[in-house]
C-alpha cells in the first residue's frame, strides 16, 4: 500500500475531486499522506525540481492530473501543450523509474481519430487528429519508452465536476440566460464524472501491485458506461435539472472549431474491469449525483477573475474581498510581478491567462486596451466563460465580433452601461427614449502634456485616461458604443457636443433633432455645473402625462430621467450579479454595428512617425463616424505601435493606407467585420 501519494496537477477537475475525496476520508488509504501541487508549487516540467520533491517527501506514487486540455488553443499554443503534455510527462516519468516509483498517467479517447463504429479497447490503433490529441498521445509513447515499472496510463473522456469550468457548469448557465441553444448532435462519446475517476484511480493504487505491474506501463480505458451525443448530454442536464431550455441538434459542420473532435470515442473497459474487479456507474446516474451536489452546494462562492491592474482592477478588488459570495481568482497583469510592489492584492496578480481561465467562474476585463482585449476575450470565450468589461474602447474596436460567440458585456458603473440600464428602466416603465445623453464637464481637443500631467497627477489618473477624457475621444467611445448596442444613430459626424447646462433644455434641442430624423439619438450635453453622469430625454402616451406631472417631472412632452453619478468600479459587482443570476448581456457594440471612432490627427504628422497609444495621445484623438461613410477608416483602438508611411494633415482621419499596424488578432478582425460591409 503506498504511504505518501504526489498529485499533479491538484486545481484541476480531477485534481479537485481527488482532493474531496482524501478530505471526506471517502477511500481506504487512510494511512497515507497526500501531497496536492500545481504549477505554482512544483514545475513537473523541471526534473530537479521533481526529483528534489520526491526525495524530500520520499513520494512512492505519483498520480499526474496536469495536463495542457484547451484543445482549441492547442492550435495555436504547440509548444506549451507539448511542454505540459510531453515534457512534463518525461520528466515523471524518468523520476519514477529511478525512484521505483508507481507513475499513474492520465491520457485522453482524443487519441483515437473516431471513425470506428463500435468501442475503441486499449489495443486499437491510435491516429489523433489534432494538436492536443498528438501531445497526448506522444505523452503516453514518452512514457512507456523510458517505461517505468508499474506504470499505469488511464485514458478517459468528456471529464466534468462539480468544480471548475466544464461541459455541465456551461449548461446550466447558458440553460438559465437562454431560451433555447444548439448542441451538437454527431459526437458520440461517454461523459465521465471525475469523482468516479477519482475513486477508481485510489482504487488501482490501493493495490499492492497491478497486476501487470511486471511488465511496465500498462494501459487501460475509463469512463462511465453507455453512451451519447454532446446533444443528449445537454437534454439530459436540463432534464434533470428541471430548467425550461430548448436544445436544438446541430451537425458539427455548423459548429466549426480550430481542433478536430472524434465523431466516435466510447471507450471498451473490459480490460479494466476485468483487472481491478470495478463496477461502474452509468453516466446518467451519475450525472444526476453531480447535479444534486452542484444544486446544494451550500452559499457558492463564485470564483471572480480580473484582467487589468490600474485603478478600475484596484478598486473592484478591494471591493469583492468585501463580498461574501465572491472569492477573486487570480489578477491578470502584463506588468512585471518583482516590481509590482503597489497592488493592494499583490498575491494574487499573475502573468498566465490560462491559469486565470482556469480558475474563475466569471472574468472582469478592464485594461482599457482594446487590442490587448481582443486577445484575452477570444481565449476566455472559447472556454465557455462569461466576460464582464469595464472596456468601450474594446467594444466599438472589435466587440461585434463576439456578439453570439458568447456572454461578453459592457458593465454598468461606466456611463454606457448606466446609460443602458437607464434604457431598460425607460422601457419597462413604458417610456419612449429619444435622447442617450452623457454630460461632459470639459472639453480641449488638443490639450498640451503640460496641462495633462497636471491633471493626471491631481486627479491620480494615468497620463492616457486625462487627456482621453479631455480631448473627447473617451466620450465619443462612450456614446458610439450606445448608439451601436441600444440601436440608436447619431445627429452628425463628431456628435454635435452641444454646451448648455440644463439637462432638459439640452436635451429637448437633441429630442428635437431625433424627431426629425425619425430614430432616437446618441450624443453628449457640454457642462462645467451639471453633475457629472447621464440621462435620457424621453416620451410618454398623452394619457399619462397628468400623472407624470404629478410625480414632479415635468410639463412634457419630453422627461428626463437621470443618474447624476457612475461610480465605475463600485458598479461593476451589479453587472456580475446579473451575469452569475442569468440576467444576460446588458450592453454591447450589436453584432452589424453602423458607427466606429476613427483616429483623426491632432497635428501635421510625417511619414516615417510612430502613433504608440491612439487614445490618449498628443498626437491623434477619436471622433464619431458612420462606418459606411469610410470604410477604409483606422479605428482609434487599433492605432498602436502605428507607423506612417504617408504625411497626415491636422484635423485629417487616419485611413489604412496612411499607416503600417503591427499584425493583432484584433486587426484580423477588424479586416473580417469590414469586408462584411463592403
Known amino acids: 500500500m503506498p504511504k505518501h501519494i504526489l498529485i499533479t496537477g491538484a486545481n484541476g477537475q480531477l485534481g479537485q475531486a481527488l482532493q474531496a475525496l482524501v478530505a471526506q476520508e471517502d477511500h481506504t488509504l487512510l494511512d497515507t499522506q497526500f501531497y496536492f501541487t500545481d504549477k505554482d508549487t512544483l514545475d513537473i516540467r523541471n526534473q530537479s525540481l521533481v526529483e528534489d520533491y520526491v526525495k524530500l517527501h520520499s513520494i512512492d506514487t505519483i498520480i499526474n492530473c496536469a495536463a495542457y486540455t484547451a484543445v482549441d488553443m492547442a492550435e495555436e499554443e504547440e509548444e506549451l501543450a507539448n511542454s505540459i503534455n510531453v515534457t512534463a510527462v518525461k520528466v515523471l516519468a524518468e523520476v519514477a523509474l529511478a525512484q521505483q516509483i508507481v507513475l499513474v498517467h492520465i491520457s485522453s479517447d482524443y487519441v483515437y481519430d473516431g471513425t470506428k463504429q463500435t468501442p475503441y ?5 491510435t491516429h489523433p487528429q489534432s494538436v492536443y490529441a498528438s501531445s497526448k498521445l506522444e505523452g503516453e509513447n514518452t512514457m512507456r519508452s523510458i517505461n517505468p515499472h508499474g506504470g499505469i496510463i488511464l485514458r478517459t473522456s468528456w471529464v466534468y465536476s462539480v468544480s471548475g469550468n466544464n461541459f455541465v457548469d456551461t449548461m446550466l448557465r447558458l440553460g438559465k440566460e437562454k431560451k433555447s441553444i444548439s448542441v451538437v448532435c454527431d459526437q458520440i462519446g461517454t461523459p465521465t464524472y471525475a ?16 497486476p501487470d505491474s511486471a511488465t511496465g506501463v500498462v494501459t487501460y480505458n475509463y469512463s462511465n458506461e453507455g453512451s451519447c451525443s454532446w446533444y443528449d448530454f445537454a437534454q439530459a442536464i436540463f432534464a434533470l435539472s428541471e430548467i425550461k431550455c430548448k436544445v436544438n441538434p446541430i451537425p458539427t459542420i455548423e459548429y466549426p472549431r480550430p481542433a478536430k473532435r472524434p465523431y466516435y470515442s466510447v471507450l471498451d473497459k473490459s480490460k479494466i474491469k476485468k483487472a481491478y474487479h470495478i463496477e461502474i456507474p452509468y453516466w446518467r446516474d451519475s450525472l444526476q449525483e453531480a447535479l444534486l451536489v452542484m444544486d446544494t452546494k451550500p452559499d457558492k462562492k463564485y470564483q471572480i477573475g480580473i484582467i487589468g491592474s490600474g485603478f478600475i482592477a484596484s478598486g473592484l478588488s478591494k471591493l469583492l474581498t468585501q463580498h461574501e459570495s465572491y472569492d477573486i481568482s487570480a489578477i491578470l497583469t502584463r506588468s512585471d510581478l518583482e516590481k509590482r510592489k503597489d497592488f493592494t492584492q499583490n498575491k494574487l496578480l499573475t502573468n498566465d491567462l490560462e491559469d486565470l481561465i482556469a480558475h474563475s467562474d466569471l472574468i472582469v476585463e478592464c485594461s482599457g486596451d ?11 470565450v472559447k472556454a465557455s466563460i462569461p466576460v464582464v468589461t469595464m472596456n468601450s474602447e474594446f467594444h466599438v474596436t472589435t466587440g461585434s465580433y463576439f456578439v453570439n460567440k458568447g456572454l461578453v458585456t459592457e458593465a454598468e458603473g461606466d456611463q454606457p452601461g448606466v446609460q443602458a440600464i437607464l434604457h431598460e428602466e425607460a422601457l419597462a416603465m413604458g417610456f419612449k427614449p429619444l435622447v442617450y445623453a452623457n454630460i461632459k464637464g470639459f472639453l480641449n481637443e488638443s490639450p498640451t502634456i503640460e496641462d495633462m500631467t497636471y491633471w493626471g497627477d491631481k486627479s491620480n489618473l494615468s497620463l492616457e485616461m486625462v487627456t482621453s477624457f479631455t480631448d473627447g475621444t473617451k466620450v465619443s467611445i462612450e456614446q458610439v458604443l450606445v448608439a451601436n448596442g441600444l440601436g440608436a444613430g447619431l445627429i452628425q459626424e463628431g456628435l454635435v457636443k452641444l454646451s448648455c447646462d440644463d439637462m432638459l433644455e439640452g436635451g429637448s434641442v437633441l429630442a428635437d433633432k431625433a424627431k426629425a430624423l425619425g430614430y432616437p439619438v446618441s450624443d453628449y450635453l457640454l457642462s462645467a455645473t451639471l453633475p457629472a453622469g447621464v440621462f435620457l430625454i424621453v416620451e410618454h402616451d398623452e394619457e399619462q402625462q397628468d400623472a407624470l406631472r404629478y410625480y414632479k417631472l415635468g410639463q412634457g412632452p419630453y422627461y428626463v430621467l437621470e443618474r447624476t453619478y457612475h461610480l465605475c468600479h463600485l458598479e461593476i459587482i451589479k453587472t456580475i450579479k446579473r451575469v452569475l443570476s442569468g440576467g444576460g448581456v446588458l450592453l454591447d457594440n450589436s453584432a452589424n454595428p453602423r458607427f466606429s471612432v476613427a483616429g483623426l490627427a491632432k497635428r501635421d504628422l510625417k511619414v516615417g512617425e510612430i502613433i504608440t497609444k491612439g487614445i490618449g495621445s498628443f498626437t491623434v484623438r477619436g471622433t464619431a463616424i458612420e462606418i459606411a461613410n469610410d470604410l477604409d477608416h483606422v479605428p482609434i483602438g487599433l492605432l498602436a505601435d502605428a507607423k506612417l508611411i504617408r504625411a497626415v494633415k491636422e484635423g485629417e482621419r487616419i485611413h489604412f493606407d496612411d499607416v503600417v499596424l503591427p499584425q493583432s488578432l484584433a486587426l484580423d478582425v477588424w479586416t473580417e467585420m469590414m469586408s462584411k460591409h463592403s
Request: charged content about 20%; glycine content about 0%; overall charge negative.
Open 121 to 125: 479497447t486499449e489495443a486499437d490503433e
Open 195 to 210: 469523482k468516479d475517476l477519482a475513486q477508481v484511480i485510489l482504487q488501482i493504487i490501493n493495490h499492492t501491485a497491478s
Open 370 to 380: 482594446a487590442i490587448y482585449a481582443t486577445q484575452t476575450i477570444d481565449r476566455i
